[in-house]
């Protein structure tokens, strides 16, 4: 059920051989300068054009699917998970601007996300509401054919790299007293007077990553700038993040699978109690545990994914796969440096990074309470959102 075919295996090897030799040798060095590496994400589209792999081939894309986009994703994060955070964010924007933008959006801002000269941000959680859409309260109100947007939205990936094209912000658009807020989500230019994009926060993770705070004061956009119809912003934002948890999945996988081959080469080499640690029991209970994990990830994310393509993917095997494999990343990270024990708390061993980074996993895109909410849901208990 899970054998990729040959093309997907060349795919694989060709964005695998281009992270290791390109990515994870300078994966630190990014990490401490905390800066988005722009030269990097050009000539990766350059060399390989993976942002290119989910798209129609009438917008430039391979016309290839979410399977094939998540086995890039895991070998990118496989170097490095936050270099995948940014690729993923970018494309999961153009993915949706193919769904549901206008004729016009699309041909003026998807040749960009799909040739991998710009990115996009989903500008959706705000200070006191992330995966309750509900609590949203950036507004945008009517004023001739314009709509003036104000509010404040937080912890917004690619929404200020030198090469933002857009951010896509949802924002109330129902009557200040209706019963029910419905929400509406605008295509917002960069450079849009009244946006002001906040000082890059100072993250535990994912540092090189481009995580901003956004103002909007009267931002003005047209009407030809609403994505989808008018009220339709939470279900195009739900149906955005489900998709995006394949990609967060494969996220979390090829992370778990660096662990792995960073554990499993350090036990080799190195040397405690006259023999290899890797000859001592209980460390290979703790990498026998990782390949466990993994193994269990790669199934769970790749049939999601698999199903996402064939239009069969129900949002309780989408919510286990990013539980699971967000979950078992900590987990995985966590054991990996237990295992390089006093250098794994260095920062400069990749284990250390990857534990930092892949924390946040279990946060962004619905955070593992609300997947197990929609697990237990999907199983037929009592479950409510609001």
């Known amino acids: 059920m899970f054998e990729l075919t040959e093309d997907q295996k060349n795919l694989q090897h060709t964005v695998r051989e281009w992270a290791q030799s390109e990515l994870a040798p300078i994966a630190y060095e990014l990490d401490q300068k905390a800066q988005f590496p722009t030269d990097l994400y050009l000539k990766m589209n350059q060399d390989i054009g993976v942002c290119a792999i989910p798209f129609k081939e009438e917008h430039g894309g391979l016309g290839l699917g979410i399977l094939e986009m998540s ?11 936050t270099f995948a955070l940014s690729v993923m964010v970018a494309v999961a924007t153009g993915l949706t601007l193919q769904t549901f933008g206008s004729d016009m959006q699309k041909q003026e801002f998807l040749p960009g996300i799909v040739a991998g000269t710009a990115v996009g941000s989903i500008a959706g959680t705000e200070p006191q509401a992330g995966s309750w859409t509900a609590g949203f309260t950036t507004r945008a109100d009517k004023k001739g054919d314009k709509w003036s947007i104000s509010g404040e939205k937080a912890f917004i990936t690619n929404s200020g790299t030198d090469i933002t094209a857009y951010n896509l912000v949802g924002a109330v658009t129902s009557p200040k007293d209706a019963e029910r807020t419905k929400m509406s989500l605008f295509l917002v230019p960069a450079g849009t007077p009244g946006v002001t994009i906040g000082k890059s926060y100072d993250k535990l993770g994912w540092r090189s990553s481009d995580t901003h705070p956004i103002y909007l004061d009267g931002a003005e956009v047209g009407d030809e700038m609403m994505v989808g119809n008018e009220g339709d912003g939470r279900y195009i934002v739900h149906k955005t993040y489900q998709s995006a948890r394949c990609f967060l999945s494969a996220c979390a996988l090829g992370l778990s699978q660096a662990c792995l081959d960073h554990s499993i080469a350090y036990a080799k080499e190195r040397q405690a109690f ?8 209980l460390v290979q209970k703790m990498i026998a545990d990782m390949a466990v994990k993994v193994e269990t990830s790669r199934m769970l994310a790749r049939s999601a994914a698999m199903k996402a393509d064939a239009g069969t ?24 440096v237990q295992v390089h024990g006093g250098y794994g708390f260095m920062n400069d061993c990749p284990v250390s990074r990857y534990l930092r980074d892949t924390r946040i996993t279990r946060i ?4 593992s309470q609300i997947q197990t909410m929609i697990i237990a849901k999907e199983l037929g208990l009592d479950v409510t959102f609001t």
């Open 364 to 367: 962004g895109d619905g955070s």
């Open 274 to 281: 006259g023999r290899s640690l890797g000859g001592l029991q």
């Open 71 to 81: 086995l890039a994703i895991e070998e990118l994060a496989r170097a490095d998970q």
């Open 313 to 336: 993917a129900s949002i309780y095997e989408l919510a286990m796969a990013k539980y699971y494999c967000c979950e078992s990343s900590s987990e995985v990270a966590d054991l990996a």
